[in-house]
């Protein structure tokens, strides 16, 4: 893989005018965005080793899954290969329409990670592989949402990328796209402070060596 032209930006957040950018991004470009990002062979090895596998681990066995930017259906074809029950959602129309077309018998819904409309308890587990683009602003709420659907002991994976500053953009044949960095220390605050437990959690590099590193974990839902 060439090296992804990248910067990091100084803004103190996400701004609503960076996600738009994003989101058109992902409708225009959802296709190489997805065999580049999503479904090459390098990725998929990667997300099955710091994704998938640690969430096997601790998720209830064929327990009904939220896959929270599900982008074009690349985990939740293998979480539904491993007899889990998913649900897909992502901010993108374009993404949505390309895992219809790579998932055909896949569930998906477009909807803002910020504002879910589920009932308390509704799932066994929340699978979000990338809140990337919800600013930090609304992380915290956004984490009590989630634990608030998770039923007792529900189990949350999260994936977000590190850095030293608040902002990264990227630009590539996928588009321009803007995403949210967090400190490791800022990330296990947050959900402390949400009502979860860690239970594990991995620095590991992005499939571009060049691009900021990913903060993986799986925490548990307190009683």
């Given at each position: 893989m060439k090296k992804t032209p990248y910067k990091l930006l100084d803004d103190d957040d996400l701004t609503e005018t960076q996600i738009y950018v994003t989101i058109q991004s992902f409708d225009r470009f959802s296709q190489e965005y997805a065999e580049k990002w999503e479904w090459n062979p390098d990725t998929v090895k990667e997300v099955k080793k710091y994704n998938i596998q640690p969430f096997i681990k601790y998720a209830k066995e064929k327990g009904n899954v939220l896959l929270v930017g599900c982008?074009?259906?690349?985990?939740?074809?293998?979480?539904?290969k491993e007899?889990?029950?998913?649900?897909?959602i992502d901010f993108s129309y374009g993404l949505l329409s390309e895992a219809v077309k790579r998932v055909p018998?896949?569930?998906f819904i477009r909807l803002d990670p910020r504002s879910l409309p589920f009932m308390p308890e509704s799932f066994s587990a929340i699978y979000a592989d990338s809140l990337t683009l919800v600013p930090k602003r609304d992380i915290k709420q956004v984490l009590k949402d989630y634990s608030i659907f998770l039923k007792k002991k529900g189990i949350l994976y999260l994936s977000l990328k590190l850095g030293e500053k608040n902002v990264l953009l990227i630009e590539d044949e996928a588009g321009k796209r803007y995403y949210t960095l967090y400190k490791k220390e800022e990330v296990l605050k947050m959900l402390n402070s949400a009502g979860f437990k860690v239970l594990w959690s991995k620095v590991s590099k992005c499939t571009d060596l060049v691009l900021p590193e990913w903060f993986s974990l799986v925490a548990q839902k307190n009683p």
């Open positions: 982008r074009s259906g690349r985990d939740y074809d293998l979480l539904t007899d889990f029950s998913c649900l897909g018998a896949g569930l």
